[in-house]
């Protein structure tokens, strides 16, 4: 076993003078391209309007913007426009699915696998006596096997709630063999897409609630995320309060997407997202999924043949639309220990611990405290797999 470095003997190493190696793209994308942040602000500095609150022409221009920003998600998504609305975060939209869907005496199925922004708001309609709700188990890749959700129906199923992809360990699930089995028993399927949209895939269509954000994959901003619901499906608002529409009601407009839109809309971040989709959208990016997919191949690749080092991850960079992300842990050093090695060292810049994650470290055997992560963007390079590589070579010494 490697000597452990005590927190109070760690090497004097400042990150001052290191380039800074961002490799926590699975929490927030950095940075985004220029024409992102050009969006945003000037939205931000010009327009200055707030959406359906007004006649005027920036008013009208701040309707058209978020138009266009549901349009941009829609294609994403493959489904139509009017389908989509757009809240401030996906954790925001979670809680508007999974409380504006499940009534007294429903029972849910949640995963492993899953975040926290669906796990809380289960657990919290469970202990208030509201519904019941089981979760259903991953393997040590963090992949959920269907049949274990079929397994688990009962009568007063109502909700399937999967994370598309894990935020730990970047595996895919197989959302269409999932929502068949929902659909066939009457069930929702409600698909957390937020580490799978911009990842190359329109497989979330197949689900009847789609959630995500703008600010991870996509690399727009935060403050806006979309909810998809299927045709002839709607949810109970979990908000009330202004919508610019039908203002002389006390009640909440009945379609989208103002049911589901509440307040003052987030213009810059919604000009943000379609300067990120149309980024994305130029020929010279196509590559760019591929090649970060290809950087974290090699860096699971390269960690995992270091003694000491423990790689979960090895399905997340196929050629399937999975995001690229890994985990690992250093025999001898607490992910904490080794995340802040990481920096101090290298400049390189990770998460440690849960990952707001926590059921699936059961599965995984690191609920002792948890993992590092790892997840590549498009403006990493293969020098920061080197980065990763020879600081955790240094650690286990």
């Known amino acids: 076993m490697p000597t452990r470095i005590e927190s109070t003997t760690m090497p004097a190493f400042s990150s001052s003078n290191l380039p800074r190696r961002y490799l926590d793209n699975a929490a927030t994308s950095w940075p985004k391209p220029e024409s992102v942040w050009r969006a945003w602000e000037q939205t931000a500095r010009e327009n200055g309007a707030v959406a359906g609150r007004g006649g005027y022409h920036e008013a009208v221009a701040a309707d058209a913007l978020l138009a266009q920003a549901r349009g941009a998600f829609a294609d994403l998504l493959a489904v139509p426009a009017d389908r989509i609305a757009l809240p401030a975060s996906a954790t925001i939209g979670l809680n508007q699915a999974i409380h504006g869907l499940l009534r007294p005496g429903d029972h849910a199925i949640a995963t492993a696998a899953d975040h926290n922004a669906t796990l809380r708001p289960l657990h919290h309609l469970a202990c208030q006596g509201k519904i019941e709700f089981t979760v259903v188990p991953c393997d040590d890749r963090g992949w959920v096997d269907p049949q274990t959700i079929a397994d688990a129906w009962r009568p007063a199923t109502r909700l399937v709630s999967l994370s598309h992809a894990s935020n730990v360990t970047g595996t895919v699930q197989d959302a269409a063999a999932v929502a068949t089995i929902t659909r066939e028993r009457g069930g929702v399927t409600l698909l957390d897409a937020s580490q799978s949209l911009g990842q190359g895939s329109a497989a979330e269509a197949i689900a009847d609630i789609v959630v995500a954000p703008a600010h991870k994959w996509l ?166 797999v080197d980065a990763v590589v020879t600081t955790v070579e240094a650690i286990v010494g």
């Open 219 to 384: 690399l727009g901003m935060h403050g806006i995320a979309v909810v998809f619901l299927r045709e002839g499906l709607m949810l109970d608002p979990l908000l009330q309060g202004g919508t610019g529409l039908v203002s002389e009601s006390f009640e909440m407009p009945a379609g989208l997407p103002e049911r589901l839109e509440v307040g003052t809309a987030d213009l810059p971040a919604a000009a943000a997202l379609v300067a990120a989709i149309e980024w994305w959208a130029a020929p010279e990016h196509r590559g760019l999924l591929a090649a970060c997919r290809q950087l974290a191949r090699d860096c699971r690749d390269r960690l995992a043949a270091i003694s000491g080092v423990r790689v979960w991850g090895g399905d997340m960079a196929g050629d399937e639309g999975g995001p690229p992300i890994l985990s690992f842990v250093v025999e001898g050093f607490s992910p904490v220990e080794t995340a802040a090695l990481l920096e101090q060292i290298a400049g390189v810049q990770v998460r440690a611990g849960f990952h707001c994650a926590a059921a699936i470290h059961q599965c995984l055997g690191t609920a002792a405290a948890g993992t590092v992560r790892v997840a590549f963007g498009p403006f990493n390079t293969s020098d920061d």
